[in-house]
């Protein structure tokens, strides 16, 4: 693997679709919604929140992702995902410092997310570089859509 330093983080596109949408299905214990995750879910989203998500590429192949937005009030981080062989050299935290970055841009001031409680890997990412877990709230859903299945991919 080539260094860090050759991975660029941009802002991602509908034309990132397709290889973010194939990272998203290497990934085992990844949660994908076969209506919000599907190419109109995502551009819908991504029309919503145009400067917000951002890919990581190398050698024009995506080897990471966050779809981030935000209500004007909170940003929300969604599928923050890295490429198994390119975990833990900083690939993930400079993607996180961008969509922080553009965030701030658009005037919000705190961003939360959901990691699974099974997501070891991302538990101990987010512990590790600073991010708080909230032990003070209950998570609560209402699925207005019974159509929108999430697959966990094995």
Not at 63 to 86: E, Q, S, W
Request: positive net charge; contains cysteine; glycine residues 10%.
């Amino acid at each position: 693997m080539a260094g860090t330093m050759d991975i660029l983080i941009r802002e991602m596109t509908m034309e990132d679709y397709k290889q973010v949408y194939a990272l998203w299905t290497e990934i085992k214990g990844f949660g994908i919604r076969s209506i919000d995750d599907s190419e109109q879910g995502v551009e819908r989203f991504l029309r919503r929140n145009p400067t917000t998500s951002v890919v990581a590429v190398q050698n024009g192949r995506i080897i990471g992702n966050i779809l981030c937005g935000h209500d004007g009030r909170t940003g929300c981080f969604y599928h923050v995902c890295v490429a198994k062989k390119y975990r833990n050299h900083g690939v993930g935290y400079r993607m996180v410092r961008a969509a922080m970055e553009a965030l701030q841009k658009e005037g919000v001031s705190k961003i939360s997310l959901v990691a699974f409680k099974s997501n070891q890997v991302g538990n101990a990412f987010w512990q590790g570089i600073g991010w708080q877990e909230r032990e003070d709230l209950n998570c609560y859903e209402f699925v207005l859509n019974e159509e929108n299945i999430t697959r966990f991919v094995k």
